[in-house]
């Protein structure tokens, strides 16, 4: 699978939701105290993420 979600902790102990893709970090979530919340996050993500407009600001 080329993307996916990881679940690290941060300097201050905190849960921390990374999705990547192709090893590639494109984004993170605030820190949280619980894995939980980590993982609420993204479940909210892949609830609400998808599917995105696309804004095209490229000249022609």
Sequence with gaps: MAHKFEIKKNKAGEFVAYFKYNS???FWTEGYKSKASAINAIESVKKNGP????????AA
């Design 24 to 26: 590639e970090i494109i």
């Design 51 to 58: 599917p995105a407009e696309i804004e095209d600001n490229s």
